[in-house]
């Protein structure tokens, strides 16, 4: 991939939609409140097998943002991947070709297991700029543009994510992967991106997660 073929940060999002759209198998959800991409079969099952056990080798409980006071809002575990993974550093670089998004602006690769019972429940990708942690995780390199997430296995039951302004449910199948731009067309944080990690009623769910920046990563 050239340098020529980045569109940055993704905001503006036009040319970046119009190269997503030219990549194969991929659907547009339709709807005028948010931009979300769903691609089936990003990745093949042996490579998101190994990536579970990535996040499994690493995993930690999840965190929260301006934390809210429940202690049930958010009950997954993460997993931080190693940048210098070679599978890590292939994954990197398809989802820079995939979305055209400059690596510079990606921040490090996550991991998310879902255990049976395990949710997170309706919540933005975005920092509120107005929330108590904005200036310690957007000081630098700003708020999240563009989120890809990829379902590394399918759980016996449960595990879907809900858009809940499009009442838009995406069941999690192995390798399939979505995209979305967390901010409207003037570059403010759009609350239509509203989703939940429903929770898990048997099984265990894995995810993989990318989040891009408006200026380039730097923590």
Not at 161 to 186: C, H, M, S, V, Y
Request: proline share 7%; with cysteine; aromatic share 10%.
């Amino acid at each position: 991939m050239t340098a020529q073929t980045h569109f940055g940060s993704g905001n503006p999002a036009d040319a970046m939609i119009e190269h997503m759209l030219a990549q194969p198998g991929v659907q547009r959800v339709p709807s005028t409140k948010l931009t979300l991409f769903v691609r089936r079969g990003f990745l093949d099952p042996a490579t998101s097998t190994a990536l579970c056990a990535r996040v499994d080798a690493t995993r930690r409980p999840s965190t929260l943002s301006d934390f809210n006071g429940d202690p049930t809002f958010r009950t997954s575990e993460t997993g931080d991947l190693d940048p210098f993974d070679p599978l890590v550093i292939d994954l990197n670089a398809r989802i820079a070709a995939f979305t055209g998004l400059d690596p510079a602006h990606g921040e490090p690769i996550q991991g998310q297991r879902y255990a049976t019972g395990q949710e997170f429940k309706a919540h933005t990708d975005y920092f509120e700029p107005d929330g108590i942690d904005y200036q310690r995780y957007c000081g630098i390199a700003g708020n999240r543009t563009w989120t890809v997430m990829i379902y590394l296995n399918r759980p016996e039951a449960g595990g879907a994510t809900r858009f809940k302004a499009i009442d838009k449910i995406i069941q999690p199948e192995t390798g399939k992967l979505l995209a979305w731009n967390n901010l409207r067309t003037d570059g403010t944080p759009n609350p239509a991106t509203i989703h939940q990690g429903v929770k898990v009623r048997a099984g265990v769910k894995y995810v993989i997660t990318k989040w891009f920046r408006e200026r380039p990563w730097g923590f």
